[in-house]
Every structure is written in C-alpha cells, then in structure tokens.
C-alpha cells in the first residue's frame, strides 16, 4: 500500500487561509510529497513556500499556473484545490488541473454534492475526469464529514431508519476572518435578510449534506426545505476583527430539511454565531434502535479541514476511481500513516 504513494506529487491550489494551513500539514505530515504550490497572489507568486508556511526554505516557489509546475516521475498526481465555495466559478480551474493530469481534491462546497444544484455541470465534469482517468472529489468537515459522512457511517449499526437529526453549534469567534464575515458578523439585521434572500450569505453546502446522506441511503426525497436567520447581540460586542453594536448580527442560524416519499425524515441544524459558548455536533438516528453521538467541543473546522482534504488526498492516490466522485463513493477516508 505504501509503495504505491512513493511517487505521489501533491499540488495546493489556493493559498488562503485553508489553502495556507493544508500546505503546512503536507509539509509536516508527508515531507517531500508537496510538488508545487499555485496561487494568483502576486504578494505570494515567487515566494518560497517555507516562507508561506513559517519554514525554512524548501525550494520550491508558488507559481500563478498549474503549467508552472514540473511533475516529472510523479504519479499519482493530485491537487489539493481551495479557492471558492461556487462550483460553476470554480470549474475552470478544476478542469484546468484535470487536462495537466491531476485528480482533485477540494474544498469547494457545492461539489460536495453536485448532482442536484448543478446536473449537466456535474455530467460534463463526471465525463471529463474519465476521459483523463482522473477523480474529482468534493471534501472537508462540513461538508463532508460531521453533517454527513459521519453520519452515513453511524447507520451501518442499525436495521431500519425513520429520522435523522444532526445538530453543530460553532463557535466563529474562534474561526478564521472569512468565515466571520460570511455568517454575517457585524452587519445589519435588513441587510443580512436582503443578502440570505439572494443568496449571497450563509454557510454554503447544508443541501449538499442532506443530499449527500439521501443518496448513500437510497432515500427517495419529496420535500426539501432550506431556512436562514440571523443570530442577532442584544449587547456590543469586541471581538479582534469586529466592534459588533447591539443589535447586529453576530452569526446565522441555518436548517436544511426534508421528508422522503415514504416518510423518512432528515434534518440538519446548523448554528454559527459569537454566542455559541459550548461548541457541540450532535447526530441523533432514530430506527429499530436509537443511535446518539455527540462530540463535545465539536470538530474544529479550520484544522481538522486540511486534515481530511489531505486523507481524502491519500485515499484517491490508492483507491480513486475516474470520474466525479462523493464521499460516499470512495472508500471510509482516514489518516493512512506513510512509512
């Protein structure tokens, strides 16, 4: 199994504040994997990335192009992509990485579960990774890990399933900038429902995690239902990036739901917000028995992010199939040690 990655070539795209961290445990936990580094940064394009990550150097410069980058006697190839959370504006940066022979491994939301929001998009990106004998996978811990493949998992115990219930409560105080702003933090009650209505605000990829569980059910859906609300401070509030008034908003409060065709119910609760003091994912599963896991704390999604696109890169290397895959299609993603 391990002689199998000894020629792995690993490429991080997108060097944010995720992209950032993943490219730090590449370095750490599978030292001489990392092959190049892109981004369109010019602050960033030119760098080390030992100087990226609080290194010494390692020799190799992030470049503004997957073409940039030598792979020569690397096989398998694969891109860890963290750029956006829209999968259309995303896709010609995936397909860009699929035509220089990469499979993918991102973060973007919406490929999580692409099947329903974008269907002809995810033919054309299904056939177009089999034409190259690639995978496409959508990963990350939510979605697609505590809101749904954890879940997925917790079935295996059971023999029947009438309701799924699955609850995180975040903490964004302790999150990472671009998160704060995209749960609304520190705007205006009108202005966070004008933006919910367009769409434009929220944690996106909730539907994707109902989906994503009905299909490795074999759940037939009749009804799906998506709410948003604002968290709002009925005091000020400091916090290192924002003076929030009472008032504001200071996270959301988000619900995806649905009800199958024979009846089964699916719901999942999702609550990110400064006031959330006790972080906590929950998944409940009532069937012929009654199945309750709760994870004090919860997963930290920042950290434990870049872990799981970086397992789920090992777990493509060994056993990715072409084409446009889910975390339901590829075997149980874990921390496979490299000797």
Same mark, same amino acid.
């Given at each position: 199994?391990?002689?199998?990655?000894?020629?792995?070539?690993?490429?991080?795209?997108?060097?944010?504040?995720?992209?950032?961290?993943?490219l730090?445990?590449?370095?750490?936990?599978?030292?001489?994997k990392?092959?190049?580094?892109?981004d369109?940064d010019?602050?960033?394009?030119?760098k080390?990335?030992?100087?990226?990550?609080?290194t010494?150097?390692r020799?190799?410069?992030?470049v503004?192009s997957?073409?940039?980058?030598?792979?020569?006697?690397?096989?398998?190839?694969?891109?860890i992509?963290?750029?956006?959370?829209n999968?259309?504006?995303?896709?010609?940066?995936?397909?860009?990485l699929?035509?220089?022979?990469?499979s993918?491994?991102?973060?973007?939301?919406?490929?999580?579960?692409?099947?329903h929001?974008?269907?002809e998009l995810?033919?054309?990106?299904?056939?177009f990774?089999?034409?190259?004998?690639?995978?496409?996978?959508?990963?990350?811990?939510?979605?697609?890990?505590?809101?749904?493949?954890?879940?997925?998992s917790?079935?295996s115990?059971?023999s029947t399933?009438?309701?799924?219930?699955?609850?995180r409560?975040?903490?964004?105080?302790?999150?990472?900038?671009?998160?704060?702003k995209?749960?609304?933090?520190?705007?205006?009650?009108?202005e966070?429902?004008?933006l919910?209505?367009?769409?434009?605000?929220?944690?996106?990829?909730?539907?994707?995690?109902?989906?994503?569980?009905?299909?490795g059910?074999?759940?037939?859906?009749e009804?799906?239902?998506?709410?948003?609300?604002?968290?709002?401070?009925?005091?000020?509030?400091?916090?290192?990036?924002?003076?929030v008034?009472? $008032?504001? #908003?200071? /996270?959301?409060?988000?619900?995806?739901?649905? @009800?199958?065709?024979?009846?089964?119910?699916i719901? %999942? =609760?999702?609550?990110?917000?400064?006031?959330?003091?006790?972080?906590?994912?929950?998944?409940?599963?009532?069937?012929?028995?009654?199945?309750?896991?709760?994870i004090? $704390?919860? #997963?930290? /999604?920042?950290?434990?992010?870049?872990s799981? @696109?970086i397992?789920?890169a090992?777990i493509?290397? %060994? =056993?990715g199939?072409?084409?446009?895959q889910?975390?339901?299609?590829?075997?149980?993603?874990r921390?496979?040690?490299?000797l």
């Open positions: 199994m391990t002689e199998s990655l000894e020629r792995l070539g690993l490429v991080v795209y997108g060097l944010g504040p995720i992209g950032l961290e993943i730090k445990k590449c370095e750490q936990y599978l030292p001489g990392v092959i190049g580094a892109v369109i010019p602050n960033k394009v030119g080390d990335i030992g100087e990226l990550i609080g010494e150097k020799g190799i410069q992030v503004a997957i073409k940039e980058v030598q792979r020569a006697g690397r096989h398998p190839l694969i891109a992509h963290a750029t956006g959370s999968l259309s504006v995303v896709w010609p940066q995936i397909k860009e699929v035509d220089c022979g990469f993918v491994v991102s973060t973007c939301e919406q490929l999580s579960y692409p099947w929001r974008y269907p995810a033919e054309e990106m299904d056939r990774a089999k034409e190259k004998g690639v995978t496409i996978i959508g990963s990350g811990v939510n979605p697609g890990y505590v809101m749904d493949t954890l879940v997925l917790l079935t115990v059971l399933i009438s309701s799924i219930r699955v609850s409560r975040v903490d964004v105080k302790k999150r990472r900038l671009p998160l704060q995209k749960v609304g933090m520190g705007m205006a009650v009108d966070f429902n004008r919910a209505a367009e769409g434009k605000i929220g944690h996106v990829g909730l539907e994707e995690s109902l989906r994503l569980i009905a299909a059910l074999r759940f037939e859906l009804k799906v239902e998506n709410f948003i609300s604002p968290v709002v401070t009925d005091q000020p509030l400091t916090l290192p990036h924002f003076d008034k009472a $008032g504001e #908003v200071i /996270g959301l409060h988000q619900i995806s739901k649905a @009800v199958t065709k024979d009846g089964r119910r719901e %999942l =609760d999702l609550v990110m917000a400064a006031s959330v003091d006790d972080p906590e994912d929950t998944i409940e599963i009532d069937g012929d028995m009654k199945q309750k896991l709760v004090p $704390g919860g #997963v930290f /999604g920042d950290s434990a992010t870049a799981i @696109v397992n789920t090992k493509v290397a %060994l =056993d199939k072409p084409g446009l889910t975390m339901k299609d590829i075997p149980i993603t921390n496979i040690q490299l």
